[in-house]
């Protein structure tokens, strides 16, 4: 979604037309965030502020990739959470109980409100057996002011206090793709990736089986691509050179 689709709160240049035509070849698609924060009708009144119509049921996080991961896991289970409404919500929709007694997972996501208090809840809960969930491993995220401290950030300080990693559900891991694949009953031999950044969407895509197209309008430019040891299969300056070309974005 964000350096994609949206960038900075405002449309990216053709991603309008972009949707318009995958809609118009009836071409199913999934819009993917690592963000947490926000439930799928937040994000579809978001981008709807942008000039961009998504329905809720196009909308893909890693809130909502965490809940099916664990009610494939452990279901009607118990967590205790730190994370907004994205995350509680995916949790409560799957039949979870959120406790912070005995809960069978300690479950972290994107906040803007992170408390000491909280964060010692969860190192205690994780000390004495819960089994520690993130959405995430983004260490920061984006604010008008600069990085915030996100997931990732947090994870490593309960990390440090307990001794135990955390399993990402959200990208780079490509469960997060493999669950969006299941969502719109996509095969990764006939699905592409499209992202910004190489270290997360790229790689998550690519280890997911898909082909996989970089997008400049976000984190990875065209420089950054010789850094990594993998490449995508395309890069492009924005999704709006693939407007008239959907079909076979590739020729």
């Known amino acids: 979604m964000d350096g994609v689709l949206v960038s900075e709160e405002h449309l990216v240049p053709g ?6 035509e995958l809609r118009a070849n009836e071409t199913p698609f999934l819009v993917l965030t690592n963000n947490s924060i926000r439930t799928p009708r937040d994000l579809q009144a978001r981008l709807r502020q942008t000039g961009l119509d998504i329905p809720e049921e196009a909308i893909w996080t890693s809130a909502l ?12 289970g118990t967590a205790y959470v730190v994370g907004e409404s994205g995350l509680t919500t995916a949790l409560h929709e799957i039949g979870y109980v959120l406790t912070d007694s005995d809960p069978d997972y300690v479950v972290l996501g994107e906040t803007r409100t992170y408390s000491f208090e909280a964060i010692t809840t969860a190192i205690r809960l994780v000390e004495r057996g819960a089994r520690f969930i993130a959405t995430n491993p983004d260490a920061t995220g984006p604010s008008r002011e600069g990085v915030l401290p996100a997931t990732g950030s947090v994870a490593a300080l309960i990390t440090r206090a307990t001794g135990r990693e955390p399993y990402y559900v959200g990208k780079p891991n490509p469960l997060m793709m493999r669950s969006a694949l299941r969502r719109i009953g996509a095969h990764s031999q006939s699905t592409v990736m499209i992202g910004d950044r190489m270290d997360t969407d790229v ?16 984190i990875s430019t065209r420089a ?10 395309r890069v492009i300056d924005s999704v709006a050179d693939l407007v008239g070309r959907t079909h076979k974005p590739f020729d």
Do not use: C, H, K, W
Request: no cysteine.
């Open 15 to 20: 991603a309008d037309e972009f949707l318009a």
């Open 65 to 76: 990739a965490t809940a099916t991961f664990l009610n494939d896991q452990r279901p009607n």
């Open 203 to 218: 790689i998550s895509g690519l280890e997911a089986g898909m082909r996989t197209i970089l997008v400049t309008t976000g």
């Open 224 to 233: 950054s691509v010789e850094q990594y040891p993998y490449r995508p299969t």
